[in-house]
């Protein structure tokens, strides 16, 4: 049984946001207009967050992308009274949609901001909706949403891996989320955090990783690279 | 209306619509038998070429079938087509090896776009009023063939002429054949925020008029000064995976990212050291650091070849460079160039690159060859981990600025006393919207009022095409054959082909395809064989050597979406331009420093380029990376000046330059100088679908018609503003910062 998680190397991504863009396209996500994004209510289930520090010239700004750090000691999970939000056996937090009724307790109780709910039904003008990927549900008004890890990815290349070997294992990097998919930089890595050989593995053991408010201890299953410095000796 | 009577009459609507369908056939749809076999619930991945910056990233295009309304012999019905359902980089490809950037993630959002024109229209109202009807192609093309045929019968073909954007592809070849056999002057290519002057800088220093391919990976140190390299110039793509690879791709090695600017960029937010260089004095600080590389005896003068005399004082080590000097004139401690110069000697192979606001000035050429003086003192240039050029395929080239430009074209019209007959008299437009892009003292809007006879291929109307008699609608990147030829990102030579990823939705037709009817109609005397586009794009492929275990380039690119040239080294360049060594000169800027207190630096939004993608609703609403805001305009303010002036986050300000106003909410940045104030490029369309028109304000309207002399290349950052707080507050839409729980905090 695999155990999923990122490495996000903080020296490699840009801000260039395309795992952003990536995001919607793979998911479904819908864009509520310029409005509603004024409320707070646009959905990202990755953003890349910013950090100003310093003055003009001496001023400094940093990148870090965002999203459900799926957490082995979830927050959103036990506040859920429906069960909606649930851990899957492969340490994702799983978001059941059908069973989600909208108390929004997840998203309160969530550390990270990254659980978004649907204040209205989905709109896509049409012919947008022709692109709406087929193996993602859309999800209604009233429903809590977030990164998934692209579970339908997950699905596809477990049946794939049971097709053509015995035991059916995921090989490490024949499946990435549409963001580690994109990322311009290969900042985002993505695998099984239980295979000791996986690059996910090996850079979530670097001595420049962190998690994100790891004195929570919601245990999340991304793990930060610090940025380097630049050392003229040739280290870093 | 109480809830009872909102159940009553919700109840009694939807029984007497479902009741309407049942009673009229025609409501109800038709599903018809597709034609095209596809595996149901599977995805197929076929391949494309981004079209949406020069570029030219290949593509992997996952279709899988869908249901799609169509009408059919008059019957409204629904059939099953492939649809495109996502892009990704294609593996492979050598500008963007698998990757590709949130423009390219949004780009499938132009074939699927609700505005997209959908057949041929024909204008109904005024000139850019917007109004316009539909037309069949046959009308369309024959209105369109009986006004060329009037200019060959009044021996006049001279009065044709065709904007484009920079083309990459053998559709820059039919258009030119087409204007050629026709007697009419070369195409007019629109890139008004293109790299001009670089490419004359290059040609000057180097003997290759192209961009330059940075081996960024192999690197081990490199100076942007001012050049976006990780966002949106030249091949950011191909730039950002070697950004990566220098930064953590190599076990011991970590390479050094410097950015010089005056207000940071994304890029500049990534750099280990960021400069703030005087705009218009990057060439100076170059320089510097060139000079503290001789004085330290770490390289002598010789090592600069040709790019180091091309610079007055070269040979004498470049004494008026002294690092005071640089520190009067940039603003850059003395102490900080003496650095950047030791660090960039000791720490090879280096790369310094300039793109952006240094070569938008009047000293713009200079500020680039000053830049390729160092690379080649460095000893940077045609090496591993330095600047490459990437060979130049003869025949796939595709069409570059070069001759007659918007700006002159306009003049040319404008300058026609009342009454005489324009010099244009039939204007074919593909893809540029100079109307909304060039600075209004240019007159492109009044100048395009005044010819004849306007056709568009515009996929959508933009203020360009809205001055149009007729629209030819052509098909989106993913409906169409494509082909293209990167300028840049790969060491070797590259040439993409790809065919239609889906069929078309809409009633277009290809662009390349209606020039070519459209020159059978008038029987100019275009070769034989170019039946369609395919057999132009097909005819230069099978010219290059096919890869082994294939027979031809041509099959072997659409097989793996790109043919790539064999490892060659860089062709000498054969000739050089005859030019006299240049010393510095001070950037000049519009408007006196006491009447207009700030530099205005317009820049290259990370979303919308130069404005043409603002149509795109995933980039409206992507978080600007260093502002965080979405669907908006904004001024940045340094804070300090800010709260000189009064103004807080939100309150809407007054830009004036000598040349225009407008407003925008400012935005309070920490990146900027406390002399300057900049505002992203994009916004502020007048007409340009439902998710762009009437959205913020166009910093262009306020740019000065300034150029770099010899080049003619624009210096849109040559502007000087000043700024007022005015009342209220702007519509400044932001991601972060924003509590949804709290919409009384708002903005």
């Known amino acids: 049984m695999p155990r999923w998680g990122m490495a996000v190397d903080l020296d490699r991504c840009t801000g260039c946001e395309a795992c952003v863009t990536a995001c919607h396209a793979e998911n479904n996500i819908p864009t509520v207009g310029p409005e509603e994004a004024a409320r707070g209510r646009a959905m990202h289930w990755i953003r890349v967050e910013r950090y100003w520090e310093g003055e003009f010239p001496d001023v400094r700004l940093t990148f870090r992308p965002v999203f459900c750090q799926q957490c082995d000691n979830a927050p959103c999970e036990p506040v859920c009274p429906t069960y909606a939000s649930y851990h899957t056996d492969e340490g994702l937090n799983a978001q059941v949609y059908n069973r989600c009724i909208g108390t929004r307790y997840c998203a309160n109780a969530c550390s990270y901001n990254v659980r978004f709910f649907n204040f209205h039904n989905p709109e896509w003008d049409r012919p947008l909706d022709l692109q709406l990927n087929p193996d993602v549900s859309v999800r209604e008004v009233g429903v809590m949403e977030k990164c998934t890890f692209c579970i339908q990815r997950i699905n596809a290349a477990r049946i794939d891996a049971r097709a053509e070997t015995e035991e059916g294992r995921i090989e490490d990097g024949t499946l990435q989320p549409a963001c580690a998919q994109s990322c311009t930089a290969n900042a985002l890595v993505f695998g099984d955090l239980d295979d000791a050989d996986s690059r996910v593995s090996r850079l979530s053991r670097s001595p420049r990783g962190s998690k994100l408010l790891e004195e929570l201890g919601a245990e999340p299953s991304v793990t930060y690279l610090q940025k380097g410095d630049w050392d003229e000796s040739g280290g870093g | ?747």
């Open chain 2, 1 to 747: 209306m109480d809830r009872r009577q909102f159940v009553k009459a919700t109840a009694i609507s939807g029984a007497s619509a479902s009741l309407a369908a049942c009673g009229n056939p025609e409501e109800q749809l038709v599903r018809f038998i597709s034609d095209e076999p596809l595996p149901p619930g599977l995805a197929v991945t076929r391949r494309s070429v981004c079209p949406l910056c020069p570029a030219g990233c290949g593509v992997e295009v996952r279709v899988m079938e869908g249901d799609v309304e169509v009408v059919r012999d008059g019957v409204r019905g629904i059939v099953k087509k492939g649809l495109a359902k996502k892009l990704e980089g294609l593996p492979g490809h050598p500008v963007n090896r698998g990757r590709l950037c949130a423009r390219g993630q949004a780009a499938i959002q132009v074939t699927y776009h609700p505005d997209r024109v959908r057949q041929p229209l024909r204008r109904t109202g005024d000139r850019g009023s917007g109004a316009f009807a539909p037309v069949s192609w046959d009308e369309a093309l024959a209105e369109l063939a009986a006004r060329l045929e009037a200019l060959l019968q009044d021996g006049d073909p001279r009065g044709l002429r065709f904007l484009t954007r920079p083309l990459r592809s053998r559709r820059g070849v039919v258009i030119s054949e087409f204007l050629e056999r026709f007697g009419a002057p070369a195409p007019v290519v629109v890139d008004l925020f293109g790299d001009a002057v670089l490419r004359q800088a290059n040609l000057e220093s180097f003997g290759f008029h192209q961009l330059p391919t940075l081996d960024i990976a192999q690197s081990r140190y490199v100076v942007s000064f001012g050049a976006d390299i990780l966002g949106t110039w030249n091949s950011p793509v191909a730039q950002s995976v070697g950004y990566g690879e220098l930064r953590q791709g190599r076990p011991g090695i970590r390479g050094k990212f410097v950015q010089v600017e005056f207000r940071m960029s994304q890029t500049g937010a990534n750099s280990d050291q960021w400069v703030a260089a005087r705009p218009g004095t990057e060439g100076f600080l170059a320089l510097g650091m060139a000079r503290a590389i001789l004085a330290s005896g770490r390289r002598s003068p010789s090592d600069g070849g040709r790019a180091g005399e091309l610079i007055e004082g070269w040979s004498d080590g470049l004494q008026a460079y002294a690092a005071e000097a640089v520190e009067q004139v940039t603003g850059v401690p003395a102490a900080t160039v003496e650095q950047l110069g030791r660090e960039f000697a000791d720490n090879g192979p280096a790369i310094a690159v300039i793109a952006g606001v240094p070569l938008a000035q009047t000293n713009g050429l200079f500020n680039a060859l000053a830049v390729n003086a160092l690379n080649a003192l460095a000893g940077s240039v045609g090496v591993p981990g330095g600047v490459r050029f990437t060979p130049v395929l003869e025949g796939l080239r595709g069409l570059d600025a070069a001759g007659e430009t918007i700006e002159t074209l306009a003049r040319s019209i404008l300058e026609t006393p009342a009454g005489g007959a324009p010099p244009v008299d039939v204007l074919l437009v593909h893809d540029a919207n100079p109307v909304f892009g060039a600075p209004p003292a240019w007159g492109v809007g009044e100048a395009l009022a005044r010819v004849g006879f306007i056709a568009s291929f515009g996929s959508f109307q933009d203020e360009t095409s809205a001055m149009a008699d007729l629209i030819l609608p052509d098909h989106s990147f993913l409906e169409a054959l494509v082909d293209h030829v990167p300028e840049a990102g790969t060491a070797r030579a590259a040439a993409s082909a790809a065919r239609p990823a889906m069929r078309p939705l809409h009633d277009t037709r290809d662009m390349a395809d209606v020039m070519l009817d459209v020159g059978r109609r008038l029987a100019l005397d275009l070769p034989t064989e170019w039946e369609t586009y395919e057999d132009v794009a097909r005819e230069r492929f099978e010219a290059l050597p096919p890869p082994e275990g294939f027979d031809s380039a041509w099959i072997a690119a659409q097989a793996n979406g790109v043919w790539i040239g064999p490892e060659a080294p860089v062709p000498e360049p054969a000739s050089f331009p005859d030019v006299r060594p240049r010393a510095y000169a001070a950037p000049e800027f519009d408007g006196g420093a006491d009447a207009y207190p700030f530099h205005f630096l317009p820049y290259v939004s990370q979303a919308f380029l130069d404005g043409s993608l603002a149509h795109l609703p995933w980039l409206q609403e992507l978080p600007d990376v260093v502002t965080t805001a979405m669907w908006s305009s904004w001024v940045e303010l340094n804070p300090r000046t800010a709260a000189e002036l009064g103004v807080e986050a939100g309150d809407l300000v007054e830009v004036r330059s000598a040349h225009g106003a407008l407003q925008a909410p400012a935005l309070i940045f920490p990146g900027i100088a406390p002399d300057a104030v900049a505002m992203p490029m994009g916004q502020g369309h007048e007409n340009f679908t439902r998710y762009a028109t009437g959205r913020g304000a166009n910093p262009v309207r306020v740019l000065a018609p300034t150029v770099e002399p010899e080049t003619g290349g624009w210096a849109w950052a040559a502007t000087r503003v000043t700024i007022a707080r005015l009342e209220g507050a702007g519509d400044l839409v932001r991601f972060g910062g924003a509590l949804r729980e709290h919409p009384d905090l708002e903005r």
